[in-house]
């Protein structure tokens, strides 16, 4: 009997994109998985290394479309398709495949919120109730038991990391949270758009969805649990010209006679024992160069000069801790394999 029949087999759906990419990047390093199938329709029929050469080289099996996947030999799928075809999608898939959703279909638990947030109604509401919503430190004696789980948003992971414990302690006004965050411009997908060519981002910074990102509700939904109550953030996102990186500025009020050395007591007590969530040393400020092409989230806190307030600054990298290595994370608690296979690369720096 040879490695390859003690390993899980997977298949990539959407590999053709940044996170179908980083996926293949980050399962270079995992021994207890074999790649079965990769898809990509405008790219069906083509080796991996004629879509990204840094791929080549690699004993990957050649692009197909999904219809071409022989699923009964797969036991996991990642799926990396676009967000509102998804769900479709994975409602077609046979059952005993356990799946990870790098899209947006499933992560808001409401399906009406959903309609009103994408424009359309949920096409699969079944499987959304059955949906769990994966970062992977907050939910992860659910994630053992799950056949879907929805991988989070980039911007949601970045800011609930540092937030949820603190409302669930009750150190922080729920309602006066400010997130001011900004992403590369590899959060936007790979497909062209006029707002993601390099002369209309670089030299520059600018807000965008402003009062109206996708991403607000789905934060808005986890603090809500947190809280025990509804919660609405105050959340603008940006965009900045680098490839790939998050930075969330997120100012906060202290209640209930909290300090900025209990918030850290908090923080530091949460995620005690996890590779991949650390709290900076006093004095220390997180930096998207700090956590590029890892797994990492660094959190630091701040005092602010105006009285009972703290501003807590948290660094991922988009791609990795904010869609692929979420997702490998996810993945691995599924299955009962190591939580760091896989995902043990240094940031690279600078």
Same mark, same amino acid.
């Given at each position: 009997?040879?490695?390859?029949?003690?390993?899980?087999?997977?298949?990539?759906?959407?590999?053709?994109?940044?996170?179908?990419?980083?996926?293949?990047?980050?399962?270079?390093?995992?021994?207890?998985?074999?790649?079965?199938?990769?898809?990509?329709?405008?790219?069906? =029929?083509?080796?991996?290394?004629?879509?990204?050469?840094?791929?080549?080289?690699?004993?990957?099996? #050649?692009?197909?479309?999904?219809?071409?996947? #022989? @699923?009964?030999?797969?036991?996991?799928?990642?799926?990396?398709?676009?967000?509102?075809? %998804?769900?479709?999608?994975?409602?077609?898939?046979?059952?005993?495949?356990?799946?990870? #959703?790098? +899209?947006? $279909? @499933?992560?808001?638990?409401?399906?009406? %919120?959903?309609?009103?947030?994408?424009?359309?109604? *949920?096409?699969?509401?079944?499987?959304?109730?059955?949906?769990?919503?994966?970062?992977?430190?907050?939910?992860?004696?659910?994630?053992?038991?799950?056949?879907?789980?929805?991988?989070?948003?980039?911007?949601?992971?970045?800011?609930?990391?540092?937030?949820?414990?603190?409302?669930?302690? =009750?150190?922080?006004?729920? $309602?006066?949270?400010?997130? $001011?965050?900004? +992403?590369?411009?590899?959060?936007?997908?790979?497909?062209?758009?006029?707002?993601?060519?390099?002369?209309?981002?670089?030299? =520059?910074?600018?807000?965008?969805?402003?009062?109206? *990102?996708? *991403?607000?509700?789905?934060? #808005?939904?986890?603090?809500?649990?947190?809280?025990?109550?509804?919660?609405?953030?105050?959340?603008?996102?940006?965009?900045?010209?680098?490839?790939?990186?998050?930075?969330?500025?997120?100012?906060?009020?202290?209640?209930?006679?909290?300090?900025?050395?209990?918030?850290?007591?908090?923080?530091?007590?949460?995620? $005690?024992?996890?590779?991949?969530?650390?709290?900076?040393?006093?004095?220390?400020?997180?930096?998207?160069?700090?956590?590029?092409?890892?797994?990492?989230?660094?959190?630091?806190?701040?005092?602010?000069?105006?009285?009972?307030?703290?501003?807590?600054?948290?660094?991922?990298?988009?791609?990795?801790?904010?869609? +692929?290595?979420?997702?490998?994370?996810?993945?691995?608690?599924?299955?009962?394999?190591?939580?760091? +296979?896989?995902?043990?690369?240094?940031?690279?720096?600078?």
């Amino acid at each position: 009997m040879n490695a390859s029949d003690h390993r899980i087999k997977i298949a990539i759906l959407g590999a053709s994109g940044y996170t179908g990419a980083e996926l293949l990047r980050l399962l270079a390093g995992h021994r207890g998985v074999e790649i079965g199938a990769l898809t990509a329709d405008r790219h069906a =029929g083509k080796p991996i290394g004629a879509v990204f050469p840094h791929l080549a080289g690699r004993a990957l099996p #050649d692009l197909v479309t999904i219809d071409e996947v #022989d @699923f009964a030999s797969v036991q996991l799928v990642f799926c990396c398709l676009p967000h509102g075809t %998804t769900q479709e999608v994975i409602a077609t898939l046979p059952h005993h495949l356990r799946i990870v #959703d790098l +899209s947006a $279909d @499933f992560r808001l638990a409401d399906v009406e %919120t959903y309609a009103k947030w994408y424009g359309h109604a *949920h096409r699969a509401p079944a499987l959304q109730h059955e949906a769990v919503y994966g970062i992977t430190e907050l939910v992860r004696p659910a994630l053992g038991n799950a056949r879907l789980v929805a991988n989070p948003g980039c911007y949601p992971t970045a800011a609930q990391l540092p937030l949820v414990p603190l409302v669930r302690a =009750g150190q922080i006004d729920a $309602d006066d949270i400010i997130i $001011d965050a900004k +992403s590369g411009v590899t959060g936007a997908g790979r497909e062209p758009t006029q707002t993601s060519l390099f002369a209309e981002v670089a030299e =520059g910074i600018a807000a965008y969805g402003v009062a109206g *990102h996708r *991403h607000a509700p789905e934060i #808005d939904q986890g603090l809500s649990v947190a809280a025990g109550r509804q919660i609405t953030v105050n959340f603008t996102p940006h965009l900045v010209p680098m490839n790939r990186g998050i930075l969330a500025t997120i100012y906060v009020r202290l209640t209930n006679g909290a300090s900025i050395a209990d918030l850290r007591r908090t923080l530091t007590t949460a995620y $005690d024992g996890e590779p991949f969530v650390r709290i900076v040393a006093e004095g220390g400020v997180p930096a998207t160069q700090h956590v590029r092409g890892s797994n990492l989230c660094l959190i630091g806190l701040a005092a602010d000069r105006i009285r009972g307030r703290v501003i807590l600054v948290a660094a991922i990298d988009n791609l990795v801790k904010g869609a +692929s290595g979420q997702a490998v994370q996810n993945m691995n608690a599924m299955l009962g394999l190591p939580e760091t +296979s896989g995902l043990q690369q240094q940031p690279l720096f600078p």
